[in-house]
């Protein structure tokens, strides 16, 4: 028997918080029992559980998230993202279309938006 991953557990200084703003980048519902104040809260479809640190984020995310919009452009996903409250931390778009954008959450965590589907086809 092997094990399989249940939860991707993110440390936060505010988890509802933090999880609603992944719910709506995601468009996933948060489980109908969070509530603000709770000391966690997640994102079943998603398997993402946010949990109560007290000390908040130093240095480099060790994992990240890669994003790739679903029904958009990458460029339209990231300005929907900055929209939502992340912040940019690097552009690595190259003239060709190809490349990502990494982005921070609201608490800090580090991700990457890269091309739509449709744009690594064109």
Same mark, same amino acid.
């Given at each position: 028997?092997?094990?399989?991953?249940?939860?991707?557990?993110?440390?936060?200084?505010?988890?509802?918080?933090?999880?609603?703003?992944?719910?709506?980048?995601?468009?996933?519902?948060?489980?109908?029992?969070?509530?603000?104040?709770?000391?966690?809260?997640?994102?079943?479809?998603?398997?993402?559980?946010?949990?109560?640190?007290?000390?908040?984020?130093?240095?480099?995310?060790?994992?990240?998230?890669? /994003?790739?919009?679903? &029904?958009? +452009? %990458?460029?339209?996903?990231?300005? !929907? /993202?900055?929209?939502? &409250?992340? +912040? %940019?931390?690097?552009?690595?778009? !190259?003239?060709?279309?190809? &490349?990502?954008?990494?982005?921070?959450?609201?608490?800090?965590?580090?991700?990457?938006?890269?091309?739509?589907?449709?744009?690594?086809?064109?």
């Amino acid at each position: 028997m092997t094990s399989v991953i249940k939860h991707v557990t993110i440390d936060s200084l505010d988890p509802y918080r933090l999880a609603s703003f992944w719910s709506e980048v995601l468009g996933q519902p948060l489980h109908e029992e969070d509530f603000p104040g709770d000391p966690q809260a997640l994102i079943e479809a998603a398997g993402l559980l946010f949990v109560t640190v007290p000390e908040e984020k130093a240095g480099k995310n060790r994992i990240h998230f890669d /994003l790739q919009p679903q &029904g958009r +452009t %990458r460029d339209e996903e990231v300005e !929907r /993202l900055v929209g939502l &409250g992340a +912040t %940019r931390v690097a552009d690595q778009r !190259r003239p060709d279309g190809t &490349g990502w954008v990494v982005l921070a959450d609201i608490e800090g965590n580090e991700f990457c938006v890269e091309r739509s589907q449709a744009e690594r086809g064109a």
